[in-house]
């Protein structure tokens, strides 16, 4: 086994999205094992913090030293609190990190869940090319992570990156670069349509095209905000990237600096389980010295 793959080892890295939880054991940049299993969303708190904890036991063992989390939500990382979870209406403020620490007896890291994509895509995908790069994740909601001068920037709140929030034509810009779109304008879900698009329905497919408009006003805020050399996609959204693309990227024609847009990486991740190695990897035990070999 190789350093970079040594690294980490007897880490778990979760993610936890509106609808599931995915959980993994890490070894350096490989996940050993993983589970997913949904979660009752509309349940109360400890009913979802027991599903959570029961996708964790799936993989865990005494040979485990530490459990990264990512949540879709703001989060207080120097005491774990995460607060008004994302599509999970009884978690307000729950101590997330005391109740994993509590329950398995191993230190515990919590972040936002677009935080531990960006940071994963960073340190073992594509981003591993560039110091500054955003990485969004499209699907039940939208999330930002930010990497600058390589390192994941969260702020005083965890609250960088949180343009889905922005308000944007009376809703927010969530509302129309998530899975709520095609609720909302077409009637169905996305997934749906995905799969007609790729059947050759071309009505399916036009969505896809508006959706890429409107995904080119969320690109274009990440540019003046934070001007990085890549974007990478990741969420269930991706899937359907070259269906969204061009539209995209007409969109960013009116960009007021032509050659920062000339120059900008815009891909969809490939990268398995990068939230879960990003998760593990907010972890001080996870060895940095040796994943970028």
Not at 29 to 58: K, M, N, P, Y
Not at 176 to 204: I, N, P, S
Request: overall charge negative.
């Amino acid at each position: 086994m190789s350093a970079e793959q040594r690294s980490g080892h007897g880490l778990i890295g979760v993610d936890l999205g509106g609808t599931s939880v995915k959980v993994g054991r890490v070894s350096g940049s490989l996940v050993e094992g993983r589970h997913t299993r949904l979660i009752s969303a509309a349940a109360s708190q400890d009913v979802v913090l027991g599903e959570i904890f029961g996708a964790i036991e799936t993989v865990f063992d005494n040979q485990v030293t530490g459990i990264g989390c990512g949540v879709p939500s703001v989060v207080d990382e120097a005491t774990g609190i995460v607060y008004d979870v994302e599509n999970i209406p009884s978690w307000r403020q729950v101590p997330l990190k005391d109740a994993i620490e509590d329950r398995f007896g191993v230190p515990a890291a919590v972040n936002n869940d677009a935080n531990v994509f960006a940071l994963g895509e960073h340190r073992f995908g594509r981003g591993r090319d560039f110091q500054h790069m955003v990485g969004i994740t499209l699907g039940t909601g939208m999330g930002t992570g930010v990497i600058l001068d390589s390192r994941l920037v969260t702020g005083g709140n965890c609250g960088v990156g949180e343009i889905g929030s922005i308000p944007h034509k009376g809703l927010t810009v969530e509302d129309f670069c998530a899975g709520r779109f095609f609720r909302r304008e077409a009637g169905v879900t996305g997934e749906t349509l995905f799969e007609k698009a790729r059947d050759g329905d071309r009505d399916a497919g036009v969505w896809f095209e508006k959706f890429g408009a409107e995904l080119a006003f969320a690109v274009t805020v990440v540019l003046y905000a934070y001007d990085p050399q890549a974007i990478l996609f990741g969420g269930s959204i991706s899937q359907a990237f070259d269906l969204f693309e061009g539209s995209l990227r007409r969109g960013l024609n009116s960009f007021d600096y032509p050659h920062i847009v000339d120059r900008l990486v815009i891909e969809r991740s490939t990268l398995s389980d990068a939230a879960v190695l990003g998760a593990a990897a907010l972890l001080p035990e996870y060895d940095q010295r040796s994943d970028r070999s």
